[in-house]
């Protein structure tokens, strides 16, 4: 994210946001997950960037997937 910000690429850095929205889902925590992802998706409409608008929508089915089913680590029914 540091690298992104040094290049001044905005493009870049909201796709590191989703990636940590990603990995805010897989720790269950989905209220900051979606919260992250709508900001960005919102910034994206705004400056008409229509790639990170197309990377918001698959990480929030990606989060709508992971309270669905989980993740190997979420759920209690999984032997390891």
Do not use: P
């Amino acid at each position: 994210m540091r690298i992104a910000a040094e290049l001044d690429d905005r493009t870049l850095l909201a796709r590191c946001h989703l990636y940590i929205a990603l990995s805010a889902a897989q720790q269950a925590d989905f209220a900051s997950a979606r919260r992250i992802v709508r900001i960005i998706y919102l910034w994206s409409r705004h400056t008409k960037n229509e790639f990170v608008q197309a990377c918001c929508r698959g990480v929030r089915s990606k989060i709508k997937s992971i309270e669905l089913f989980g993740t190997h680590a979420l759920r209690s029914d999984v032997v390891t």
